[in-house]
């Protein structure tokens, strides 16, 4: 037992007029410093993460401005030891591969999503594909990357924009998935009542009520598994590698992309390559901040919910 | 002849319905959306199955030795895994030793402490640190956070330590570059905690406020409250949190492959290069063939059932806890 507040201002009690008690006048003094630790811990723990942030921008900008010019959007990467140079070719693999991937991932995942939520539901069939989505939601790329080169690069003799484009397909579907189930769920049942009531078959009622009603939240899951892929390394070092010219038309052989660029130039020896890389850099990421902006802010939105 | 022109009209009622748009589309809709459910399935299983049969020369040639022998030699074709388990094992608990008490710190501090009009912002800056690719993280732990790490930590801790016992080894850099093990998990720690702060902030959301609010009328401090009021409502969940994070952390590549220096041999200090299974697959894949991609694949294999079962178990706590 510690000595009660009220012990130690005995005395005191009996002078009459006694000073107000501030708000920690009559707290232990070891209750007292465990909180100021834990409002201090939790701040600085918050101010760090603003901190690296904050870090990552800076150094993008500083490093990464110097770098922009006319040629980065019009000049293909150069060579080793060559002079000068852009990332066009990259910018366009990159833009390329990632509508692919998103393409393939919206109609899979918004159907999945929508078998989840409305038809499937608690069913067990149901249970486990959510499950399942779950993890693959948080798998490793890199393994999607070694499943893809499996399926894809070593049959067809090569790496390929389309092996690419599977490969980000893969990591953008369990985002859509997850985020389309989501949000239909919040689509309130007497909706879908009423829908069915007037005589309309069910897969009409989704795709004229429910989707309807939860179009922003669906929207906002293609974006944020834009944002996902737009940025995604390891899956494309298998699949699409890298190539320091223009891409074949049909997408076979190495297409350029400004992720593998980025690991590839960064860690050069030539001051070119690298400032490139910087370039690159904070191109992908400034697009990829602004897409999960733009994204959050659809959802929560007027439309939103 | 009111009662019998409504019975006209009842039983002409089934015709009607029977002419609405064909059952066949609604069939088809159904059986697209179901197909394309079990493509999830059948891709993961695919996964499995592509890096097995990668893998499988591999584990029929070393057997059970190749998870704990530490040779790795392209030119005698020998090849062992336990280097990269180990560094990925050792980078990833660093990451959760460094991570978790700094996600936790930051979804306190947006549940109880922030002003209710700085939350938002502060909410966004997090979530935006899980959207920065793992690329720039390697860029910006390899150009900004090695140089300062070693200057202020590995130098001076190595001087410190140099022939003591125990710490003389674990803190003992031989080359002082910044990169290593310890660098490797304090980058995992810095992504990791956005997605352990976010899902934990959501749990002690859940908590009923009268909890919160009965703990204060009684007289506890915000320490109190926070200790044992709301880390014990929301345990399971946050476990389920930690290891959701722990499951990234041992997937993690890009990033990885900046800092850990990808050097291939056992070292007992934690300032010291290694590698991780993830960054080994990077480095080395493009150009191996033969026995060296399918010991690839077969590292690829292991990384599949230990990252699978780690967010299977953080999956199920989750869950639990969100039906509870």
Redesign the interface.
Same mark, same amino acid.
């Given at each position: 037992m510690n000595a009660s507040p009220a012990a130690v201002s005995g005395p005191a009690e009996t002078a009459s007029p006694r000073p107000a008690p501030q708000a920690w006048g009559r707290v232990r003094a070891g209750r007292r410093s465990a909180d100021k630790i834990l409002i201090i811990g939790c701040t600085a723990a918050t101010a760090l993460g603003a901190i690296v942030l904050g870090s990552i921008l800076i150094m993008l900008i500083i490093e990464g401005i110097r770098g922009f010019s006319p040629a980065l959007f019009t000049q293909v990467t150069p060579g080793p030891g060559s002079e000068g140079g852009g990332i066009a070719n990259a910018i366009l693999g990159s833009l390329v591969m990632t509508v692919l991937g998103i393409v393939v991932a919206t109609p899979v995942g918004v159907l999945a999503g929508t078998y989840l939520a409305e038809y499937g539901r608690t069913s067990h069939l149901a249970n486990l594909i959510r499950f399942l989505n779950d993890i693959l939601l948080s798998a490793p790329s890199i393994l999607i990357g070694l499943f893809v080169y499996t399926l894809m690069v070593r049959p067809m003799g090569g790496y390929s924009g389309w092996a690419g484009g599977v490969a980000l397909a893969i990591i953008a579907t369990p985002v859509i998935v997850r985020t389309t189930e989501d949000m239909l769920r919040l689509v309130p049942g007497p909706l879908r009542e009423a829908g069915v009531a007037l005589g309309a078959p069910y897969s009409i009622v989704i795709r004229n009520v429910t989707w309807r009603a939860a179009q922003s939240g669906i929207v906002t899951g293609v974006l944020l598994a834009l944002a996902r892929i737009a940025g995604e390394t390891a899956p494309l070092l298998f699949t699409a590698l890298n190539n320091n010219s223009w891409f074949n038309a049909n997408l076979m052989g190495g297409v350029a992309n400004l992720p593998v660029m980025i690991y590839q130039f960064a860690l050069s020896p030539y001051e070119n390559w690298r400032q490139l890389a910087w370039a690159g850099a904070l191109l992908i990421t400034v697009t990829i901040l602004g897409l999960s902006i733009v994204a959050r802010f659809i959802l929560s939105g007027p439309k939103g919910r | 002849m009111v009662a019998l022109s409504e019975n006209v009209a009842l039983a002409a009622r089934p015709e009607?319905?029977r002419r609405?748009?064909s059952?066949l589309?609604?069939r088809i809709?159904?059986f697209?959306?179901?197909?394309?459910?079990? =493509?999830? =399935?059948l891709?993961?299983a695919?996964?499995l199955a592509?890096?097995a049969?990668?893998g499988w020369p591999a584990f029929q040639a070393f057997g059970p030795g190749f998870l704990v022998s530490s040779a790795w030699n392209v030119g005698r074709e020998e090849y062992g895994a336990l280097v990269a388990i180990i560094g990925t094992l050792v980078s990833a608990l660093l990451a959760l030793v460094i991570g978790v008490?700094?996600?936790?710190?930051?979804a306190?501090?947006?549940t109880?402490?922030?002003p209710g009009w700085a939350r938002r912002p502060?909410a /966004?800056?997090?979530?935006?640190?899980a959207?920065?690719?793992?690329?720039?993280?390697? /860029?910006?732990g =390899?150009?900004?956070f090695a140089p300062l790490f070693a200057r202020f930590v590995q130098i001076p801790v190595s001087n410190v330590v140099e022939g003591l016992p125990i710490v003389g080894t674990l803190f003992y850099a031989q080359v002082p570059s910044g990169v290593g093990v310890l660098t490797a998990g304090i980058i995992l720690a810095?992504m990791i905690?956005?997605f352990v702060?976010s899902i934990t902030r959501d749990m002690l959301d859940q908590i009923p406020t009268v909890l919160r609010e009965s703990s204060y009328g009684i007289g506890c401090?915000?320490?109190?409250v926070?200790r044992y009021v709301l880390i014990p409502q929301a345990s399971v969940s946050i476990i389920g949190a930690i290891m959701?994070g722990l499951?990234?952390a041992?997937?993690?590549? /890009?990033a990885v492959t900046?800092v850990i220096g990808n050097a291939n041999r056992l070292s007992a200090s934690i300032f010291d290069p290694g590698s991780t299974i993830?960054s080994r697959?990077?480095n080395e894949?493009?150009e191996a063939d033969g026995m060296q991609l399918n010991a690839l /694949?077969a590292l690829?294999c292991i990384?599949?059932v230990v990252?699978?079962i780690v967010?299977?178990i953080a999956?199920l706590l989750v869950?639990r806890a969100k039906v509870a």
């Open positions: - | 009607v319905a609405g748009p059952p589309g609604d809709f159904r697209a959306a179901l197909a394309s459910a079990l =493509l999830v =399935l891709v993961l695919g996964i592509s890096i049969y990668g008490p700094i996600s936790l710190g930051i306190i501090y947006l109880q402490l922030c502060v /966004m800056t997090i979530e935006l640190l959207a920065v690719p793992s690329i720039i993280y390697g /860029m910006w =390899l150009f900004i810095i905690v956005p702060a401090t915000t320490w109190e926070v959701l499951g990234r041992l997937g993690e590549t /890009m900046f993830a697959i990077a894949f493009n /694949m690829g990384l599949f990252t699978f967010l299977i999956r869950r």
